[in-house]
């Protein structure tokens, strides 16, 4: 299993968690706006979410 609380680089495993739900949270607004827009950005509308929520599953742990 991932420590999340353990350092990786400059920052723990929680803030670069938390960077990488920013991005997909990113990549959802932008497949939306293109699935409103003109139906296209499938790709993005499904990725998105779905990393968002791992993301959210994995930081909701509790620190030890």
Partial sequence: ???????YGPFSGRVWGLVINFGANALALYGLAGFLRDGTHLVHLTVGPIVTVACVLLLARPSS
Avoid at 1 to 7: A, F, L, P, Q, T
């Fill in 1 to 7: 299993m991932i420590d999340i609380d353990s350092r």
